[in-house]
């Protein structure tokens, strides 16, 4: 595992800008749109100026309900195997939310989201080790519109046993969504026992504000125990200053004062450090969620995180790409990376391309192969005096060789990460089979899960029972491939012995 | 700056790899073909055994020479502002060496390296401000057979300003070179002041093996004060256990070894701690130079640096993808963050694809694009009172707009890394452009620069003193584009105002 963290501050420079925050709540204040909150705040020892909706923090409270702040955040999944309690020394990664659109595996065109799609993500989710965490996508356009919510949460539930994250915009919506738990746990009183819907939102709106829905949705979670953590999104230029460290201080108070709010409903309430903190770009105003500065800014929230001793998360490898080329590949692979080694305990970046506007199925599966990687580097060294391994060495002796050693096969499916995307066949090999980029080979295997069953999904007798429920004009939820693709016949690579060898002359 | 680097090794882990590699070289010993070399080292207290080429190496011994090492080495370019000394807090990227062949930039096919391609690579690496040194890529298939070593340096010396690393052969090879350094500066004596090329080989053959002819030219270089540094280059699974501590204590040791002869030598000799460290892919035996593994050992090897209080440096970014596909984007960009973040200070790897075989015009110009964003991370968060701007955050108060102040604006080229790849347009403007890949951009990027003259080439009065003096079959050296190149008439990409922005939802 990871010795130490990648740090871009002091703990000198980390507490100032703790205190810039504090100062920042507290001779600035936050608009608090929603009066129960602002009642809850009043009550707790903020200031409240009458006929105002501006609330200001004397850093005193803060710092009362800061301390309340729990360690630990745990996602549940429909099957506890697959529960994932955070911090715990490897982010976990979760598919991408927040985009609209998906690009079409058939066409290779952008078009909206349906619930086929959310059925099918989670699939993939089911079966990818790189992935932690189904967080719904967007919304099923193909839903009723009175299903905003449960068209595209079924769909989600029914073909992931791992923990999924949804959104509701009212009590009524979160009702529904947790109906669905009920049905499939069979009562709300098995439910509650392994409450496997996680949900989100966004009650600050950067700066400094908390809104009226999002901010009464926090009270309603905190209020019922239910899972929930709240995401800032802060845009450099625009909404805060264009400095890191501006940015930084502007956002760590807004979550400060979401926090606390939610401590003031019940005390140790689990929440996430969740950011997404992009700039804006200047020449053209666009917002540049590919920029390395989101990575550089979640390294420095995540080290504030640990300060204030709660799991951190955040959005990252949100690529401006619209295709996967190599600027998705680093603008995918760099910020997570980076925000990895930080301590990030959370990452939300599954398929998500072109500024969060668009799932792309192969960008998902090479996002897996991503993740993989990161926990690679993150499970680190493995330090023993077994992998010291200085018999073998000896045994060997100088100019010895240790491809034939029993270890050395021993170790072949340890010690290193089995790609199944990366190419590593020679230039020959490569041109007589096409000259295919990995987002080719992307699609195969994303063909090759999503035309299989799926062993992840709802079995039909509990299926039966929510369908009764919940009515004729629900989505069929069921992870289907796109008509034309079939099972592949074989496996999407040949692979050939690789004899060459360089050194570095 | 970085205030704490990634560190996967406790420093008490450490230690034991150190020890691990100091009973290595006591009790398994190197062979050492050179002769003179095992003089040398029997000279200064190491265990030569009679009528064999085995060496073995008292730990006092080794650390006693290990304490002379210098914790510094100077790269001098031809106009000394160029000069690099690491560690310097920030890693120096140099173009990638080591791969015969190049991708022609019209064709896209492989082909042979030529020496119009190293003065090409010349003038961008003088361009591009990622790169600090010039690592001169692979042989000049088009120079005459006895110009082996003039006929790809005169064409380096002459396109850049920076550093240049060269490799020689023979003593008579290295005069050669010298002399055009010589011709350059007007005479030895002003060379030798300012002395602008870098010497590098590879005197170790792993497992624990001294080569006679790489082992001659490091003590060459040692006794005459001339700057190099070797690379060891281990295969794991094939000259190394499958581990990565049996690598790292292994590695460790053949570096050590190296390094005090060098002092033996002369002490105080300037090395780098510099390694390819690759795993092979034991599924065909492929050389996985792409493999986050090199990431992960690199990493290791950093903080190793830093215990030995040397620089380090490393291939990075080796990516075994055959085009600039998002495969290279990931394998360029997280094994080279991984190690900057873990204080590598040389790393080696602009335009490099195909397992070390190609260099790529457009890769280098994405490679660019990577070494800034590393740069830019490295810079870190910038901590002032001012950038934490609480004056600018109290002034625009709750729900406030920052765009408007001027120091936004101020600001713009200097908090966000500007990117001259990276698109960050919408996805209808994008179409309407004709859906580029940043390959596309990055070969304008390639042309736009290689089609205006080149500002670091040599000027005409010392390029005629050396080609008089060089001969009438040395190569043009010059950097002239591809017949089919023109110069760009318009910037290659359309820039349009963005609106859009979105929130986490």
Redesign the interface.
């Known amino acids: 595992m990871?010795?130490?963290?990648?740090?871009?501050?002091?703990e000198e420079?980390l507490l100032?800008?703790h205190e810039?925050s504090l100062?920042?709540l507290q001779?600035?204040?936050?608009?608090v749109r929603n009066e129960k909150a602002r009642d809850l705040f009043a009550t707790h020892g903020c200031i409240v100026e009458a006929d105002s909706e501006?609330v200001k923090f004397p850093p005193a409270v803060v710092e009362k309900y800061r301390a309340l702040l729990s360690p630990t955040f745990t996602f549940r999944g429909r099957d506890p195997q697959y529960d994932v309690t955070i911090p715990r020394g490897m982010p976990a990664f979760t598919s991408g939310?927040?985009a609209p659109n998906v690009i079409d595996p058939i066409s290779g065109e952008?078009r909206r989201c349906l619930s086929v799609d959310i059925a099918r993500i989670g699939q993939l989710v089911n079966e990818l080790p790189g992935f932690d965490i189904h967080n719904i996508l967007g919304l099923a356009a193909d839903a009723p519109q009175d299903q905003w919510a449960i068209g595209r949460v079924y769909p989600a539930l029914k073909n992931t046993l791992k923990p999924c994250r949804v959104?509701a915009r009212t009590p009524a919506e979160a009702e529904e969504v947790l109906n669905i738990g009920y049905l499939i746990a069979g009562s709300k009183e098995a439910y509650m026992e392994h409450p496997f819907i996680t949900f989100g939102?966004?009650a600050v709106?950067s700066?400094?504000?908390l809104d009226q829905d999002s901010t009464e949705m926090l009270m309603y979670y905190a209020e019922r125990g239910l899972a929930y953590y709240g995401?800032v999104?802060p845009?450099?230029?625009?909404?805060?200053?264009?400095?890191?460290?501006?940015m930084?201080?502007?956002t760590n108070a807004e979550w400060l004062a979401m926090a606390i709010l939610a401590q003031m409903v019940k005390p140790g309430t689990p929440l996430v450090y969740c950011f997404?903190p992009v700039?804006?770009?200047?020449?053209?105003?666009?917002?540049?969620?590919?920029?390395?500065?989101v990575?550089?800014m979640q390294?420095?929230l995540a080290q504030m995180a640990r300060f204030h001793n709660v799991p951190s998360g955040a959005?990252l490898g949100t690529t401006?790409?619209?295709?996967?080329?190599?600027?998705?590949?680093?603008?995918?692979?760099?910020p997570t990376?980076?925000g990895a080694?930080s301590g990030t305990d959370l990452i939300i970046f599954g398929g998500i391309v072109?500024?969060?506007?668009s799932f792309d199925y192969a960008q998902m599966m090479?996002d897996n192969?991503?993740a993989r990687?990161?926990k690679?580097?993150v499970k680190?060294?493995?330090?023993?005096d077994e992998?010291?391994?200085?018999d073998?060495?000896?045994e060997?002796?100088?100019?010895?060789?240790?491809?034939e050693?029993p270890?050395?096969?021993a170790?072949?499916k340890t010690?290193?990460?089995?790609?199944d995307?990366?190419?590593?066949?020679?230039?020959e090999s490569?041109q007589e089979g096409g000259?295919r980029?990995?987002?080719d080979r992307a699609m195969d295997q994303a063909r090759d899960i999503l035309t299989k069953p799926n062993k992840g999904a709802l079995d039909a007798e509990t299926d039966a029972r929510v369908r009764n429920a919940l009515g004729d004009d629900l989505v069929p939820g069921d992870s289907v491939p796109p008509e034309e693709w079939k099972p592949l016949e074989q496996a999407p690579e040949r692979?050939?012995?690789?004899?060459?060898?360089?050194?570095?002359?």
Chains 1, 2 share one sequence.
């Not at 020449?283 to 500065?293: L, V």
């Not at 060997?396 to 491809?403: M, S, T």
């Not at 692979?495 to 002359?505: G, L, Q």
């Open positions: 990871i010795q130490s963290h990648t740090r871009l501050l002091t420079q100032r800008v810039g100062e920042i001779d600035v204040g936050m608009i501006l939310s927040s952008e959104t939102g966004c709106i700066p400094l504000t995401t999104a845009i450099g230029g625009l909404s805060t200053p264009y400095t890191l460290l501006g930084l201080a502007l997404l700039f804006s770009d200047l020449r053209t105003g666009a917002y540049a969620s590919g920029g390395i500065e990575g550089i390294s420095a959005y401006n790409s619209k295709l996967s080329d190599e600027q998705a590949g680093f603008e995918k692979g760099m990376l980076l080694l072109d500024t969060l506007m090479i192969e991503i990687m990161i690679r580097v680190g060294m493995e330090f023993s992998n010291l391994c200085l073998e060495i000896k060997a002796g100088p100019a010895g060789l240790f491809i050693h270890n050395t096969l170790r072949m010690t290193c990460l089995i790609p995307l990366a190419t590593r066949e020679d230039r490569w000259r980029s990995i987002r692979r050939r012995h690789n004899k060459r060898r360089k050194n570095a002359a």
